[in-house]
C-alpha cells in the first residue's frame, strides 16, 4: 500500500513537470518572438547622405573628404560625394541628408553652388511639392581670411535650405564646418578636419533619427 502511494506520488511529480518544461518551453519562444520583433523596430535604419561641393584649388574637396568621414562613422549609413554640377535629381531626392560646401567668393557662396540651387528648380522641377522637405541639411566653407565671409556662405546655403523646408543642423562649429585656408593659415589642418567629420557625424545621426521617427 505504501510502495503504490509512492509510486503514484512519483508518477504525479513527473507527469507536473512535463508540464511544468512544456508551459517554460512556450513561454520562452513568445518572449523571444516578442524580443526579436522590438529589436526589429530598433534597428539602425540605413540612410543615404549626399555631400555636395564645390572647389577650385582643393581646400573645400578636403573638407567635403572630411564630412564624408565623418557621416560613413555612423553604422548603416551610405554615402554619396560628389561636385555640385555633377548631381542628378535621383542623388538629391533619394538622399536622406545634403551637406553643401562652398569656397567663399566675394564674401558669399560660389557661383557654382548658387547654381546648384537655382537648378533645383529650373533643371530638378522641385516645386510644387517641396522635393526636399523634411531632409536633413548642413553646410561647410572654407575662405582665405578668418573673417571674410565664411559664416555668410554657410548661413546663405542654409537659408536656400530652410526655404525648401529642410530641417538645417550645425556641427562642427556654429553654422557648420569652416576652414581658414591662406596666410598664417594656409590649407586645412587637422582641427578643420575635425570639424568637418564632426558635422559628417551629426547630420548622419540626426537624419537616422529622423528616418526612424518618420517611419514609426
Ligand atoms: C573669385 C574668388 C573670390 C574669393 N573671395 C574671397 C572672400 O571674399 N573672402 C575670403 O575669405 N576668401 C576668398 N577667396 C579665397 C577662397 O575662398 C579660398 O582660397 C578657398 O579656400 C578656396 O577653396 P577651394 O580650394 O576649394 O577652391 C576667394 C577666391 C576666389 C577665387
Redesign the pocket.
Known amino acids: 500500500m505504501k510502495f503504490s502511494c509512492s509510486k503514484t506520488r512519483i508518477a504525479l511529480t513527473t507527469h507536473f513537470m512535463k508540464i511544468f518544461t512544456v508551459a517554460t518551453l512556450v513561454c520562452a519562444i513568445v518572449w523571444g518572438a516578442m524580443v526579436s520583433q522590438s529589436w526589429a523596430e530598433d534597428a539602425p535604419q540605413s540612410i543615404k547622405v549626399l555631400v555636395a ?11 567635403a573628404k572630411g564630412v564624408t568621414e565623418g557621416a560613413r562613422s555612423v553604422v548603416g549609413t551610405e554615402v554619396v560625394i560628389k561636385r555640385v554640377g555633377q548631381i542628378t535629381a535621383e542623388d538629391l531626392f533619394s538622399s536622406d541628408a545634403l551637406v553643401v560646401g562652398s ?6 557662396m ?1 557661383g557654382e553652388v548658387k547654381m546648384f540651387f537655382d537648378n533645383w528648380q529650373f533643371k530638378f522641377g522641385i516645386f510644387p511639392e517641396f522635393k526636399m522637405k523634411n531632409k536633413v541639411g548642413a553646410a561647410f ?10 559664416e555668410i556662405t554657410m548661413l546663405t546655403i542654409l537659408a536656400a535650405m530652410l526655404g525648401n523646408q529642410m530641417i538645417v543642423v550645425s556641427g562642427g562649429g556654429a553654422f557648420g564646418a569652416s ?4 596666410g598664417n593659415s594656409p590649407g586645412i589642418d587637422n582641427k578643420e578636419l575635425a570639424e568637418a567629420k564632426a558635422l559628417g557625424k551629426r547630420v548622419a545621426e540626426i537624419a537616422k533619427l529622423v528616418k526612424v521617427a518618420s517611419s514609426r
Open positions: 561641393y564645390h572647389s577650385l584649388s582643393g581646400n573645400t574637396e578636403r573638407m569656397p567663399v567668393h566675394w564674401s558669399n560660389s566653407a572654407t575662405g582665405g581670411q578668418i573673417s571674410n565671409g565664411k576652414a581658414t585656408t591662406e
